[in-house]
């Protein structure tokens, strides 16, 4: 496994191997990463000849200071994991190395960015598609993989690579969860053990929602679903929302769509968390 934090060094590297006709997988994290990132890494080693995780905490898609600060760094570490699974090419960059001058970029995903995390993290969407579609320009992979936690991002990232006509095909992968629920996520190792042994609650609540699904309306489910998280210590809902799966709208009835998701975003502490279940 090679460590490039050089876009030029990178690129050549990458150059050569498509000489050569391999096809080129690639996964972009921020770090810190766990079981979640490495199921993206072995669909990519199942589907490609080389394999890159790029790492690199993107500071313009964060909307929250505290957030980019607390954010956990754990370079050395996150290489073990990688080199273990069978990762071909690192790329690390520095902020500098991506971003040498001011950014001037703007998208415009229309609704799809109007709601949920959207709504809520003003320009996050703008940062990740400016890197994303950076990271997509250095390494050229035939594919790139992203987790259904961030469920939003990935319609963001497949409306991008529409938009840019860009010659790669995106594949969503399904969320990793640990053993009680709670989906993988690099934030949650800042959560208190107290935090933590509540934090399965939102996979829990996503799980009743399904249940009552049919049973109750959507918007006696979503009053009920708020008042339950926010009576567990230290939790703040911040939405929930159901919708539909193709264009992330809201919907009010059961019936308006045929492929419905149940998101939820909220605080634990000062965490933020979210998650999301397929209801229909
Ligand atoms: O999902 C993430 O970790 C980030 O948003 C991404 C896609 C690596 C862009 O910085």
């Avoid at 570490?77 to 190395?97: R, T, Y």
């Avoid at 609704?111 to 890197?131: D, I, P, T, W, Y």
């Avoid at 929602?209 to 230290?234: D, H, T, V, Y």
Wanted: charge should be negative; charged fraction near 25%.
């Amino acid at each position: 496994m090679i460590v490039y934090t050089s876009i030029k060094d990178i690129q050549s590297a990458i150059r050569q191997h498509r000489a050569d006709g391999h096809s080129i997988g690639f996964v972009p994290t921020m770090g810190a990463l766990h079981r979640g990132h490495i199921s993206l890494l072995e669909q990519s080693i199942k589907e490609n000849d080389i394999n890159i995780v790029s790492i690199f905490i993107n500071p313009i898609q964060f909307n929250n200071k505290q957030d980019l600060e607390k954010y956990p760094r754990t370079l050395e570490d996150d290489c073990k994991k990688l080199e273990e699974a069978g990762c071909s090419i690192v790329f690390a960059p520095s902020a500098g190395e991506m971003y040498p001058e001011e950014v001037k970029e703007h998208y415009d995903f229309g609704q799809l960015e109007k709601v949920m995390e959207g709504e809520h993290r003003s320009g996050h969407f703008n940062g990740v598609a400016v890197v994303v579609k950076r990271l997509f320009d250095i390494c050229m992979p035939n594919k790139a993989y992203f987790g259904e936690k961030d469920f939003q991002q990935l319609a963001i990232i497949k409306a991008l690579v529409e938009q840019e006509n860009m010659p790669l095909e995106i594949i969503g992968c399904p969320i990793i969860r640990e053993e009680d629920g709670l989906a993988m996520s690099s934030r949650n190792v800042r959560l208190s053990p107290e935090e933590r042994s509540i934090a399965p609650e939102i996979f829990k609540s996503l799980n009743w929602i399904r249940q009552q699904a049919g049973e109750r309306s959507i918007g006696e489910i979503l009053i009920l679903a708020e008042e339950k998280l926010n009576a567990m210590p230290g939790m703040k809902v911040e939405y929930i929302c159901i919708a539909d799966e193709d264009t992330l709208m809201p919907v009010q009835s059961w019936d308006e769509a045929d492929n419905i998701r149940a998101f939820i975003a909220l605080f634990m502490g000062d965490v933020r968390l979210i998650d999301n279940l397929k209801i229909k």
